[in-house]
Every structure is written in C-alpha cells, then in structure tokens.
C-alpha cells in the first residue's frame, strides 16, 4: 500500500528547492553586470526581472518550513534534485526567452535544460548576434549544472537531507565525511581550474588569436565553463572551428579531460596519491583509445582526410569531446555526418561510454563500464578455474574496494537503463521518419549530455522529438534513481493512502 | 559604393586570382566539401565576431545566413541558426570596414574569393577559404539598440525588494518597532 505524503514532506521539498532556485537569483547577478557594462539594456532588464522572480519564490519557500525536530529523509533529497533540473530551467528562460531569439518558449527551455544537465545541443537562433550576457547566461547555466546546482546550494545547507541531495545528482564518492566540505573542495577545484583556464585561455586570445582583450576574456570565460562543465555551447555558431588553432584546441582538449575527471580523482590528485592503477583512470583510456583508433580508421577509410597529422588532430578533439559528453567540433553538422561506417562507430560509442562519475560528463561512466568488464572477466576466470578455487573480486578505486553482487547489479542495471534511453530517442525519432544513424546518434548525444549533433536538432524539429530530447536530458543528467523516486513520490501523492 | 580590396593572399598562397563568377552558399560547401575542395569559389556575406589578427594573417567568420540581408536585430524575423566560414586574409582589414558583427551591429558585407580547402592538411585539419579577393559591399552598421523594457525592470525589483524585505523580516534583521 501506498502512503500518502504529509504535507510535512511536502513543505520540506518545496523548502530545499526555494533554497536551490535562490541561487539561481545569485548567479543571474554575473550577466546583469555583464549586460550593464556593454550597454545592452533590454537584456539587463530581463536579468533584473530573472533576479527578482527567483528570489521571491525562494523567499516564499523560505517561510515554508517543515515542523522543527522532523528530519529529511533520503527521499526528499532525491525528489528536490529531480525536481530542480525541471524547475530551474523555467527559471532560467527568462532571459534567453526575452532575448527574442527562440521561436517558442519550449525552445528557451531546451536550451536551458541542455545548459544545466550539460548537453550543449542548442535551438538558439542567431547566436552570432545574441546580446553577450546572454550568452554569458548559456554558459553560466553549464556552469551551475556542471558544478551542480545542488551543490551549490548545499554550501548553505545542512542537515541530514544534505547527503541525499548529493546523491540525487548523479554522484556517488564524497571526499570527506562531511557533504558540505566535499561541496567546498569541489567548488575549490573549480574556482582554481577557472583562474588558469580563462587565464590561459585569454592570453591565447589576446597573443595567438589577435582579439582584443575584452573579447578575449569573453570567450575565454564561456568556453572554460563550456570545456571544464563538458558542455559543449559555445559564443559563436561554429563552435571551436571558430578559433582556427592548434594551440586552442589542445587548450580545450585538456579542460576537457580535466572536466571528464570524477572530483574524487581530483581530490586524490590534489594529495598526491597514485591513480594509475584506478579501475576509472584505467578505463577511461583504454576506452579512449579504443574509440580513438576505430574512428581514425574510419575517417582514413570514408577519405574524409589523408594526411597523418589532420587525421590525428580531428580524431582525437572529436573523440575526447564526445567520450568527455562535451560536445564541441571543429566541423559543421553537414560535414559530421558524413562520417559513416566506423567513424560513426567511434564516436557514437565514445558518446555512449561518458566520463567518469562524480564528475560533469553523462553517459554510462567508466567505473559501471570498467566494472562491467571486470565482472565478465571474473565470471569467465571462474569458469576456467578449478572448482573450489577462489576468484578475487575487487577493485581499485580509492584503495581497494569488494566487487559486491549488489554493485554488479546496480550496475548492469543502471547500464541497461541507459541503453534503453538511448533506443528510446532513437525509436522516437525513427518513428518521425530519420534515419537510423542520425537518430541514434542525436538520441545518444541527448541522453549522455554530449552535445555533439548531425543536424537532426534544429529548431524545425518536431515538438514531440524536442520533448523527448528535453526528457532524456534530464533523466541522463540524473542517473534515473532520483527520478524514479520523483515519480514513487507523485504517485504516492496521487493513490496514496 | 562598391571598393575593391585586393589582398596579397593571391601572391601568398599561389591561388588562381579570382574569376567573377556566381557566389557559392556556405551551406553548399559545408553539404558537398569534396566536391569543392581546391576549387576558387566565392561567397558573399557578413563578417561576425571579431578580426582575429595574427600578425600576417587574419582569420574571420563569414555568415551567408538570411541575417545579412534581414538583421534580426531590424526585422524581428527568426530564420533559422547562423551559417558561416572561416575564411583566412592577407594582408590586414582596412579601417572602412568597421566592427565586425554581433549584438547591435550588423558586420560588413563583402563578397570574397578565394580557394575552398575542406580540411586543409597544410594547416591540420582546418576547413575554410582563403581569401584571393576581398570586396566591400557594405560597411559595418550600429543596428537600433532594443529599447529596455520598463516593466520586467519595475516588476523585477518590486518582486526583489518584497524578497530582501521578507528574508531580513525571516532573520530578524529589521530593527523592532516600538509599541508606544
């Protein structure tokens, strides 16, 4: 039988996601002042109204409370970040939606959702002429959701739903027992790789690019939030091919990587700890390198490119941005999806694959897939073996740690739930008369916040297909688990008794 | 009036100097990049973003979308995302360009000529056309700044300031009125 939530629970949810859309109010403070230095008043306008609507609602949902003494539970944690990658992107529409450059507002919303769970497919139109602090507001949106919203609001949060709400955004290692100092340090890896980012990335600008300084450090600041969220939006429509540079690109690639990594890989990187014999490091490039040499193949194959050197350097920027869930090319859609047959392969697999977990990237992640394969590997060991002889079923992650059949089936399940995902857009867009690969490789790169796109986004896609996108978006940034208790609370809400 | 801008790229990069001929869309040769590699094309459309000047060359966007003729910014008309070309100069911009394009300014027209290479091995990969010929059209614009509008602003701050009322009156921040 199911049991109706009070309405204790339900204040204690609307409580915990005021707090959260709170932040939004203090991150719409960036572009409002980006808007005011450049004049651009109409988007200063919507960033103050943005600013205003957001505050108001958390601090009405600051005198929602739930009766002292009554603690949180894992399930409300759960609900509340559901909840806030649902309600956070309506929040956020305010200023892309007044910009003017959105047909319809579920456009606005889409770019809003691809911005917060990190995808970086994009409906936006005109995005050469957007007013700059909205596309500040893009990649600040990247930022946050990369970073975790929750996260964020976490540093002035406490209390036992803390840890869930960490949970509930799709990650599993704390660094320190504390969820509040874990936010800190995670927000400290951040802010520093943020200072050498943007200021390399701006030198580059200024000294390799020829931009002047101002606009160095606008796009220098945009594609750092871009590259080190595993975004993929970027300032202007060609994305990185707009930069024309070597010495970009391998910028990009590196907080890319950087980005990819889980925070508790940082953290151990941080103490100066041994991570070569991590089961995730140790995927993630092997996976990599798979992935890398199947798609240079097939781009020699098709005869996209001849030479060594622009074989080498297209391959690995589109691999890693694809297996890091970022997003960014250096060629238009038209030319991508002419990579047929194993280049296709390549990079449609590094998108399915991900990062690592714990950190900005979607996809299955390397820990559940370097699980995956140690778990077959130990089955088939068994079966070779002797009888009575024992397998050692453990792992290196942060010291060792047990192969459980519990952590094999959780993670079989969650591995299967994104196939499953996957072949849900697929189908959808099938059914809407694309292509197989197209609608593959679309789906693949929704549900794993790639962002990588053969051109079956666009803004003349059909609603049903940008509904579906905008579903995958959230549910892939999620990790099902929290949204499976979103709807165990609605239901309960509904037929409980 | 039209200006002719003869950039030193043709002695530079050996290309064919340019031969009038009908102007190619972007979207042609991003669709059909074999088909044009190492041809001389040209395209016609506006400059956006910045002049990325390094020195000896400079690296720009060329958009040949319907916003070069139809600026949103003037005619409220979406049509669509941007398509543009990098495209590689010789020589420098001259001044009577003006700013490139962006938010509130429409870039300069031109229509340029040069060799299409689809990922150029010489430069590691990179897909863009190198200029033999520059033609200005139409120099950069101030497009009309949209007006702020008055009330998002005045409903902003009033739902702002009702917010920091609310929470200064949640923390006890407000000094106490007396009774007498």
């Given at each position: ?72 539970d ?25 910009s ?8 606005s ?22 007013p ?15 970073q ?26 704390r ?20 200072v ?17 300084p ?66 995730e ?23 996209a ?70 778990a077959?590997?130990?089955?088939v060991r ?19 740690q047990?192969i ?17 995902l ?68 609605t ?7 | 009036?039209?200006r ?25 040769l ?19 973003g ?31 995302t ?53 033609v ?45």
């Open positions: 039988m199911l049991l109706r939530p009070s309405l204790d629970d339900h204040r204690s949810i609307a409580h915990d996601l005021g707090r959260i859309i709170g932040v939004v109010a203090m991150a719409g403070m960036v572009p409002l002042a980006w808007a005011v230095s450049k004049g651009e008043w109409r988007s200063a306008s919507h960033f103050v109204l943005l600013i205003g609507v957001a505050a108001a609602v958390a601090a009405a949902a600051d005198r929602i409370r739930p009766r002292p003494g009554r603690a949180v894992w399930s409300h944690g759960m609900v509340v970040a559901a909840l806030t990658w649902l309600v956070v992107p309506a929040f956020a529409t305010v200023p892309l939606w007044g003017g450059h959105y047909s319809r507002w579920l456009d919303y889409f770019d809003a959702m691809s911005g917060l769970t990190t995808t970086g497919l994009a409906l936006v139109q005109d995005l050469d002429h957007l700059e602090s909205v596309n500040m507001w893009r990649h600040i949106l990247q930022f946050l959701g990369g975790g919203i929750v996260l964020a609001a976490l540093l002035f949060l406490t209390g036992s739903g803390a840890l869930s709400l960490f949970e509930g955004e799709g990650r599993e290692h660094m320190f027992p504390n969820v509040r100092t874990t936010a800190r340090f995670i927000w400290l890896v951040s802010a520093t790789h943020a050498i980012g943007i200021g390399v990335l701006t030198f580059d600008g200024i000294l390799v690019q020829g931009f002047t101002s606009r160095a450090f606008f796009h220098a600041s945009t594609i750092f939030m871009a590259a080190f969220d595993t975004g993929g939006f970027s300032p202007m429509s060609t994305s990185i091919a707009y930069y024309n540079s070597p010495i970009f690109e391998a910028i990009v690639a590196i907080l890319m990587i950087a980005g990819a990594m889980s925070f508790g890989l940082h953290h151990a990187i941080w103490q100066r700890r041994r991570v070569a014999r991590n089961i490091v140790r995927t993630f490039a092997f996976t990599v390198a798979v992935t890398l040499v199947v798609t240079i193949l097939g781009l020699a194959l098709i005869g490119i001849d030479e060594t050197y622009p074989l080498v350097r297209v391959g690995l920027f589109h691999v890693i941005s694809a297996h890091t869930g970022t997003g960014f090319t250096t060629v238009s859609s038209a030319e991508m999806a002419g990579w047929t047959g194993l280049a296709f392969g390549g990079i449609t697999i590094a998108m399915a694959f991900g990062g690592m977990s714990s950190s900005t990237a979607g996809g299955v992640k390397s820990l559940r897939i370097g699980l995956a394969i140690r077959m590997r130990d089955t068994e079966a070779l073996l002797p009888e009575g002889a024992v397998v050692s079923r453990t792992f290196s992650q942060y010291g060792m047990r459980s059949p519990t952590l094999i089936r959780s993670v079989f399940t969650i591995s299967l739930l994104y196939v499953g996957y072949l849900l857009g697929a189908a959808v867009a099938l059914g809407l008369g694309y292509d197989l690969g197209p609608a593959l490789f679309e789906s693949i790169s929704a549900s794993a916040a790639v962002g990588l796109s053969v051109g079956v986004v666009s803004p003349d896609m059909p609603l049903l297909l940008e509904i579906v996108y905008i579903l995958q978006m959230w549910v892939g940034r999620l990790e099902f688990i929290a949204i499976a208790a979103l709807l165990g609370f239901a309960s809400t509904v037929f409980g008794k | 009036m039209k002719l801008v003869v950039l030193a790229s043709v002695l530079v990069t050996g290309a064919t100097p340019a031969v009038a001929q009908e102007t190619v869309p972007v979207s042609t991003l669709a059909l990049p074999d088909e044009y590699d190492q041809q001389v094309v040209t395209i016609r459309g506006e400059i956006v910045d002049y990325g000047d390094r020195g000896d060359v400079v690296w720009v966007q060329v958009n040949d979308d319907p916003y070069v003729d139809e600026p949103f910014a003037t005619s409220d008309r979406l049509a669509g941007n398509t543009g070309l990098s495209v590689r100069l010789t020589g420098g911009i001259p001044e009577d360009f003006g700013d490139a394009g962006g938010h509130g300014v429409r870039g300069p027209i031109v229509e340029v000529t040069g060799v299409f290479r689809d990922l150029d091995p010489a430069l590691g990969g990179l897909t863009f056309l190198e200029a033999a010929e520059v200005l059209i139409e120099s950069s614009e101030r497009l009309p700044a949209p007006e702020p509008d008055s009330g998002a602003i005045i409903l902003g701050a009033i739902l702002l300031a009702g917010a920091l009322l609310a929470m200064a009156q949640r923390r006890d921040l407000l000094p106490k009125r007396s009774l007498s």
